[in-house]
């Protein structure tokens, strides 16, 4: 007698289908992180590039007012300009408006800056500056009160300035 025939096996159930959204769904969250990472090494990166601003809200004042009048620099203001006044064209338009306070015979001087409110991360900061200067050989002064809206943002920086006697 010879053996009987082993009974045959059921066929294997179908392994799992792959559906085109899935495939879909993963590339969409693989293009998601690399996005974001690079936006985080961007930002970190510009965050790095620039310098820290002031230690307190009167020296971020003070030290703008002499990048402006003094060195008039435009790189040496940006450090105390925040991040949405910092473009080229509003720096350099800051330096062109003192210019017209620093023609021949003319010299700013400021004193008194004062811390007059703080909230949070915001500050307010008072100045008084003196201009001085020659007209038709008789010596002028001339002076106004600025306010300065400055803001904590790795080290204090100016986002406004009002002008005004």
């Known amino acids: 007698m010879t053996a009987p025939y082993p009974a045959p096996t059921p066929p294997a159930p179908p392994g799992p289908t792959r559906t085109r959204a899935g495939t879909v769904t993963v590339f969409v969250l ?25 230690k307190q809200p009167t ?6 007012l002499n990048a402006i009048f003094v060195q008039q620099d435009e790189k040496a203001a940006e450090r105390y300009v925040c991040a949405k006044q910092r473009d080229a064209k509003a720096v350099q338009q800051l330096l062109d408006e003192a210019a017209q306070y620093q023609q021949a015979g003319s010299k700013v001087t400021w004193s008194d800056l004062t811390e007059t409110a703080r909230h949070g ?22 002076d106004q009160k600025w306010r ?11 986002c406004a300035i009002r002008t005004g006697r």
Do not use: M
Not at 37 to 43: A, F, N, S
Not at 59 to 64: E, Q, R
């Open 30 to 54: 693989i293009g998601v992180v690399l996005i974001c990472l690079g936006l985080g090494t961007t930002g970190y990166l510009l965050v790095v590039k620039v310098a820290p601003g002031a």
């Open 59 to 64: 020296a971020a004042a003070s030290g703008l």
């Open 148 to 158: 300065f809206g400055v803001t904590d943002e790795h080290g204090w920086r100016v």
């Open 121 to 142: 991360d915001e500050a307010t900061v008072t100045a008084e500056l003196h201009l001085r200067r020659t007209v038709a050989g008789q010596a002028r002064t001339d």
